[in-house]
T-cell receptor
Framework: DQQVKQNSPSLSVQEGRISILNCDYTNSMFDYFLWYKKYPAEGPTFLISISSIKDKNEDGRFTVFLNKSAKHLSLHIVPSQPGDSAVYFC??????????FGAGTTVTVRA | EAQVTQNPRYLITVTGKKLTVTCSQNMNHEYMSWYRQDPGLGLRQIYYSMNVEVTDKGDVPEGYKVSRKEKRNFPLILESPSPNQTSLYFCASHGRGGLYNEQFFGPGTRLTVL
């Protein structure tokens, strides 16, 4: 049973607009959350993370929001650029060595 | 250049023929993991290692073996591959204290078992 869920398999957005990716989790022991980005034929690369003691973390165009009571997090990309077209994975952990991933959301940024 | 390497990148084999996928990292990381990626399921952890000679099962360990005899290497062994092990495999590593911010993934190995 997947403990991290990304219910939107795909997202299409116009260049310059905001992309919002959503992620839900079921395990209340998760205390660290991450987003990874993956291009075809490459391994995932770390994008941004947030600890459960925070509700927001920002890094340039990328912001992650965490709502612990709802067990929900989201990734905002503003403004979206063509190079942002990729698969985005949400992940969560409760310790140093196990990560649980969502199924991924494919983002397509239209010119 | 800091990196995780995997070999082979592509492999087609037949049911029951033992195979090994190698993984090596040059960052002196303590932690290493193997994942498989399947459509609609994301990445699922197969095995992980916290240091030399210390390994443990992830979420989907059935049909796989690993070993960690050296810090830099973490091979994945399929003793008797079956078609349901057809997947895209990733090796990853990160250092102690770095949490997952510094987790590096290899480029992936696409395995097809006929």
């Amino acid at each position: 049973d997947q403990q991290v869920k990304q219910n939107s398999p795909s997202l299409s957005v116009q260049e310059g607009r905001i992309s919002i990716l959503n992620c839900d989790y079921t395990n209340s022991m998760f205390d660290y959350f991450l987003w990874y980005k993956k291009y075809p034929a490459e391994g995932p690369t770390f994008l941004i993370s947030i600890s459960s003691i925070k509700d927001k973390n920002e890094d340039g165009r990328f912001t992650v929001f965490l709502n612990k009571s709802a067990k929900h997090l989201s990734l905002h990309i503003v403004p979206s650029q063509p190079g942002d077209s990729a698969v985005y994975f949400c992940a969560a952990s409760a310790d140093d060595y196990k990560l649980s991933f969502g199924a991924g959301t494919t983002v397509t940024v239209r010119a | 250049e800091a990196q995780v390497t995997q070999n082979p990148r592509y492999l087609i084999t037949v049911t029951g023929k033992k195979l090994t996928v190698t993984c090596s990292q040059n960052m002196n990381h303590e932690y290493m993991s193997w994942y498989r990626q399947d459509p609609g399921l994301g990445l699922r952890q197969i095995y992980y290692s916290m240091n030399v000679e210390v390994t443990d099962k992830g979420d989907v360990p059935e049909g796989y073996k690993v070993s960690r005899k050296e810090k830099r290497n973490f091979p994945l062994i399929l003793e008797s591959p079956s078609p349901n092990q057809t997947s895209l495999y990733f090796c990853a590593s990160h250092g102690r204290g770095g949490l997952y911010n510094e987790q590096f993934f290899g480029p992936g190995t696409r395995l097809t078992v006929l």
